[in-house]
């Protein structure tokens, strides 16, 4: 199942300082949304709030109503840690557990939340594979260790990692951005098979990477030092690139500043 993540006047800080302000975003289920923007306007900041991931940093705070469909992430009694197996993330470094085998990578979540049955792990290890598209090249090798893999084959690890928990909604945060040319047309051609089965936001700096991924675009900007980042607009990813509102997005996307 997949689900809309909805941001409304989301506000958030870390201590005093004032990161992102008033952000109203829907990112509908089964599509690709890219957050773009110069360095610092707060897009990390943004999808890290939306599995609670900001909670690991001291006095980082959220404001206002983050939702998956109806339900409130935020509300009283949800666990942050049900929400990040509802809503995983992928990170900008690939970062599987070096050690550990590439099978045990894959179903390192399922274990802590205590499954054992072995057929069914590894049932589910073959599907996150192969829903990664790294079956092909890893299948005879699964007890070889993650850290062995090539940069862009661990990247894949981690995002069978992510899905092998059945999650929602999948974050990736700039997760082309140590990857080769090669590795990043293989990730950006899963990532247009991943949204059939969930909903996904992603970060980048490549222009040329949300156009081609994304459906929906979301440019946020800075308006100057010290202030906090907002979001300029959100529309079909087509209509930002040929024919943005703002001359703010216009300007960035042409490499005028950012
Ligand atoms: N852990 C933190 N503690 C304090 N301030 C932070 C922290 N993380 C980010 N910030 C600040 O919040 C603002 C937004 O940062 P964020 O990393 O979200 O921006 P970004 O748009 O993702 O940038 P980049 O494109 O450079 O990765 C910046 O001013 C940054 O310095």
Known sequence: MTRRVDLQNVDIHYGDFHAVADVDLTMPANSVTALIGPSGCGKSTVLRSINRMHEVIPGARVEGSIRLDDEDIYGAGVDPVAVRRTIGMVFQRPNPFPTMSIRENVVAGLRLQGMRDK????????????????????????????????????????????????????????????????????????????????????????????????DRTAFFNLAGVGLPGRLVEVDDTETIFSNPAQQATEDYISGRFG
């Open 119 to 214: 057929s069914a792990l590894a049932e589910i290890t073959e599907q996150a594979l192969r829903g990664a598209n790294l079956w092909g090249e890893v299948k005879d090798r699964l007890g070889a260790p993650g850290g062995g893999l090539s940069g862009g084959q661990q990247q894949r690890l981690c995002i069978a990692r992510a899905i092998a928990v059945s999650p929602q909604v999948l974050l990736m945060d700039e997760p082309c951005s140590s990857l080769d040319p090669i590795s990043t047309l293989a990730i950006e051609e899963l990532i247009d098979e991943l949204k059939e089965e969930y909903t996904v936001v992603i970060v980048t700096h490549n222009m040329q990477q949300a156009a081609r991924v994304s």
